[in-house]
């Protein structure tokens, strides 16, 4: 079973998904604490129908990005957290946090990276004319959504598309396959080597 910390800024529909899988036995492991940047977030509201522990901490208290994550990173190792999900954080993690989590940090980005990183995936996917787009769980990095790539799900672009409209059904998969490359991880399948990640099969003999 994996110990998970989930950070997250907002709505946290992920978050709920990725409870669901543990309730349900997907996901071989427990959420033992959400933190968050913003107090309104309602992933806290999601944290705490569910008992897990929540925590809203807030940046104007610390002097710098490198002192709040330190403290977040505090709040992470005193639940003996071993996989840390950004559920929709809106925060740029700085190299002491990846460095302390390395290769144990991920992220799901709205579209099928390397396309279109940073906000606004969805508007750009639309405004480029793609005709796929999609979504990608990726380990982070101290790149902008650059990390190896674990799990990509493709999704249909149509004509009559708005960015609200191909957000929502991007937003579907997401909640399938962050589940999955959760529990994957969990399962020690994930071999990563350079950019490229390998999931080990399984055994059934």
């Given at each position: 079973m994996v110990n998970i910390g989930v950070l997250a800024s907002g709505r946290g529909t992920n978050l709920q998904a990725i409870i669901e899988a543990v309730e349900e036995g997907r996901i071989e492991g427990e959420i033992?604490?959400?933190?968050?940047?913003?107090?309104?977030?309602?992933?806290?509201?999601?944290?705490?129908?569910?008992?897990?522990?929540?925590?809203?901490?807030?940046?104007?208290?610390?002097?710098?990005?490198?002192?709040?994550?330190?403290?977040?990173?505090?709040?992470?190792?005193?639940?003996?957290?071993e996989l840390v999900v950004l559920a929709g954080y809106m925060r740029i993690l700085t190299p002491h946090f990846i460095k302390t989590y390395k290769n144990k940090i991920m992220n799901i980005h709205?579209?099928?990276?390397?396309?279109?990183?940073?906000?606004?995936?969805?508007?750009?996917?639309?405004?480029?004319?793609?005709?796929?787009?999609?979504?990608?769980?990726?380990?982070?990095d101290e790149g902008m959504d650059s990390g190896p790539i674990i799990l990509q799900q493709a999704v249909e672009v149509k004509d009559d598309d708005s960015e609200e409209s191909l957000a929502e059904r991007?937003?579907?998969?997401?909640?399938?396959i962050f589940p999955q490359a959760i529990q994957l991880f969990s399962q020690g399948r994930l071999i990563i080597k350079g950019r490229k990640v390998f999931i080990k099969e399984v055994n059934l003999r």
């Amino acid at each position: 079973m994996v110990n998970i910390g989930v950070l997250a800024s907002g709505r946290g529909t992920n978050l709920q998904a990725i409870i669901e899988a543990v309730e349900e036995g997907r996901i071989e492991g427990e959420i033992s604490i959400v933190v968050s940047d913003n107090p309104d977030a309602y992933a806290l509201k999601r944290g705490k129908q569910y008992n897990i522990d929540t925590q809203y901490i807030d940046f104007k208290e610390f002097k710098s990005r490198e002192d709040y994550d330190k403290k977040v990173v505090e709040c992470l190792k005193e639940k003996e957290v071993e996989l840390v999900v950004l559920a929709g954080y809106m925060r740029i993690l700085t190299p002491h946090f990846i460095k302390t989590y390395k290769n144990k940090i991920m992220n799901i980005h709205p579209a099928l990276l390397p396309s279109f990183p940073g906000l606004h995936a969805q508007r750009q996917a639309i405004g480029y004319g793609v005709k796929v787009s999609g979504c990608t769980v990726h380990f982070v990095d101290e790149g902008m959504d650059s990390g190896p790539i674990i799990l990509q799900q493709a999704v249909e672009v149509k004509d009559d598309d708005s960015e609200e409209s191909l957000a929502e059904r991007i937003l579907r998969e997401e909640h399938q396959i962050f589940p999955q490359a959760i529990q994957l991880f969990s399962q020690g399948r994930l071999i990563i080597k350079g950019r490229k990640v390998f999931i080990k099969e399984v055994n059934l003999r």
